[in-house]
């Protein structure tokens, strides 16, 4: 998982179901397409002041870094191997997070070229992912990062790898932020995958300038074939 949506304006009324007291925050936040690695993103986090939205740069930055950046791929993480890792288990212990999102962007490599495709929720609902959250403070400004957990999940849709991020049901978001210590295979055994579906996209979304909403548009094969021969091969910057 290298990119995803978050457009949640129009999705006030599930938010003030799910969220009563973050809503308006979620819904005033800015509707983005096309969110990449190094890019903001708004998460659901509590930072010793309550529950809040923030946004964080997407990429966890650890404390000890000697910079407000890290050399390594942190956008994900993976959920069995987290709570050992030195660069996540800090976070895995006691700074889980929420990001909402509308979808996010998969590429189908059984075919060549690869073909991107966007998976949502049949019920088009926003997704909840569960993430890790860190405050990188040596210097300036504190910075607030997150990365995605991620697992097998079978409940995605073919041809696309059955592998993605962890999807948390809109009923279990608290259980995940303030929990205790959490086992990863204790943790997946309680939750129940959303429903999914996937459709072909535009490969306009490997442009990391752009950011709108006729990224989420589906194609034809005319189109993608159209969309192919302006823009090249796919490029390694843009893979799952």
């Not at 997407?58 to 993976?78: C, F, L, M, N, Q």
């Not at 996540?88 to 212990?93: G, K, L, M």
């Not at 535009?202 to 909403?213: G, H, L």
């Amino acid at each position: 998982m290298r990119r995803f949506a978050q457009a949640l304006s129009a999705e006030e009324a599930w938010l003030s179901r799910h969220f009563p007291t973050l809503s308006l925050a979620l819904v005033d936040a800015p509707d983005r397409y096309n969110v990449v690695g190094r890019g903001l993103a708004s998460v659901i986090l509590d930072i010793g002041e309550g529950l809040q939205v923030r946004d964080c740069v997407w990429g966890i930055v650890p404390p000890w870094s000697k910079e407000a950046t890290t050399r390594y791929s942190t956008v994900t993480a993976r959920m069995d191997r987290a709570a050992r890792s030195r660069m996540y288990r800090r976070a895995w212990e006691k700074q889980r997070c929420i990001v909402p999102i509308t979808g996010y962007y998969k590429w189908d490599r059984t075919v060549s070229p690869p073909r991107p495709y966007f998976i949502q929720s049949v019920a088009g609902t926003p997704l909840l992912l569960a993430g890790l959250w860190e405050c990188w403070d040596r210097d300036g400004p504190p910075l607030y990062s997150f990365s995605i957990l991620t697992h097998l999940n079978p409940a995605i849709p073919p041809p696309l790898v059955a592998d993605g991020p962890v999807f948390v049901p809109p009923a279990q978001w608290r259980r995940w932020i303030e929990g205790a210590r959490w086992l990863p295979k204790r943790f997946l055994s309680g939750l129940k995958a959303p429903q999914l579906e996937a459709y072909r996209v535009s490969t306009a979304i490997r442009d990391p300038n752009r950011d709108d909403y006729t990224l989420l548009e589906p194609v034809s094969d005319a189109d993608e074939a159209a969309s192919y021969s302006k823009g090249g091969d796919v490029n390694e910057e843009f893979d799952d």
